[in-house]
């Protein structure tokens, strides 16, 4: 069997990370991880661009022109949708998911998805670095990996 997996360095490497104000008290915590992995895994000081953005709605198309401005390696999208007692949820856990998908694909760029669709605001919290871990953490180091994937596997690297 061949297997052939991406490293975990991002020396020589760019990330964009594009996060939702709403919910900050959850997604201040998944960025403060993302950032922390990608400091972890070797990412030089001004390798990493933020943007930030209303709501979790607004990712995105956030995402779509940040990957069009180029130069990036892969992106990571972070949010916190809480559940409230309307449909609103679903509509915009969904439409979100579905949105991240389809620009990562139109723009052939992994885009990683740090998004959390949650019941409850203590379910967010432990996601968000308390017992659940940080999402925000897994999901740039899933860029991270990607990326370095992505870039062996178009130079041809061989496949052991």
Request: hydrophobic residues 45%.
């Amino acid at each position: 069997m061949n297997v052939l997996e991406g490293q975990l360095r991002a020396d020589g490497r760019r990330f964009g990370i594009v996060a939702s104000r709403t919910n900050d008290i959850v997604v201040s915590r998944l960025l403060d991880g993302a950032l922390d992995a990608f400091r972890r895994l070797g990412a030089a000081e001004g390798a990493v661009t933020v943007v930030k953005v209303p709501g979790s709605w607004e990712v995105p198309l956030a995402l779509r022109d940040l990957a069009r401005s180029g130069g990036f390696d892969a992106l990571v999208a972070l949010g916190a949708v809480i559940r409230g007692g309307t449909p609103h949820f679903d509509y915009v856990a969904t439409e979100v998911a579905k949105g991240v998908f389809q620009v990562g694909l139109e723009l052939d760029l992994p885009i990683t998805f740090g998004v959390l669709t949650c019941d409850s605001l203590e379910q967010a919290l432990e996601r968000s670095g308390a017992k659940g871990g940080n999402k925000g953490f897994e999901a740039a180091t899933a860029a991270v990996e990607l990326a370095d994937l992505r870039a062996r596997l178009r130079a041809g690297a061989p496949v052991r």
